[in-house]
C-alpha cells in the first residue's frame, strides 16, 4: 500500500481499525500456508534423531478451510487417528485487532478446551495449524480418560 487518502484527521482512527483486522486475519490465513517446505520430514534419516522420533507415525488431519474476508476464517478438521472426531472452530477477527472463537465438537457434548484457551493460542502464536493442534491434542487427551 503506497497511499491511503483520508479527508478527515477522525477517519485516521478508523483506518487503523480496519487495517488491524486485516493483518490479523492476514497473519492467520497466511499460516495455513507455509512458504518453506518443512525440514522435519528430511530430519528422520539423521543419525543424530532419536530413534523415538524417527519411528513415530504421525496420523493425517485434513483441515477445511474457509475465508470471509476480512472478518471470519471457518476451520474444520477430521482426525483419522480419533474415529468421528470433528472439530470446527469459527475465528473472528475483530476491528480492534483482538480474536474471537467459536467451537464446536460433533463427536463430544462440549469442546475439549475452552474457547479462551484458542483464542490465547491464536494471539501469542497467529498460526491456525499450532491451534488446531493443540486443540487435537486436547481431544486425545480427553479420549484417553
Avoid: W
Wanted: aromatic fraction near 4%; charge should be positive.
Amino acid at each position: 500500500m503506497e497511499r491511503l487518502p483520508f479527508t478527515r484527521p477522525h477517519q485516521v482512527h478508523e483506518i487503523r481499525k480496519l487495517l488491524r483486522q486485516q493483518l490479523i486475519f492476514k497473519d492467520l490465513y497466511s499460516s495455513c500456508f507455509p512458504t518453506q517446505p518443512s525440514t522435519s520430514e528430511g530430519e528422520g534419516n539423521n543419525s543424530s534423531s532419536s530413534p523415538s522420533s524417527s519411528s513415530t507415525i504421525r496420523p493425517s488431519v485434513v483441515l477445511d478451510i474457509t475465508a470471509k474476508c476480512p472478518e471470519m476464517i471457518h476451520v474444520t478438521t477430521l482426525h483419522k487417528a480419533i474415529v468421528g472426531l470433528s472439530l470446527s472452530i469459527r475465528i473472528h477477527c475483530l476491528l480492534d485487532g483482538n480474536i474471537d472463537v467459536q467451537m464446536e465438537c460433533a463427536s463430544q457434548a462440549s469442546p475439549p478446551c475452552s474457547s479462551e484457551y484458542i483464542i490465547e493460542i491464536l494471539q501469542q502464536t497467529r498460526s491456525i495449524p499450532l491451534a488446531m493442534h493443540n486443540l487435537l491434542r486436547k481431544a486425545q487427551q480427553m479420549k484417553r480418560k
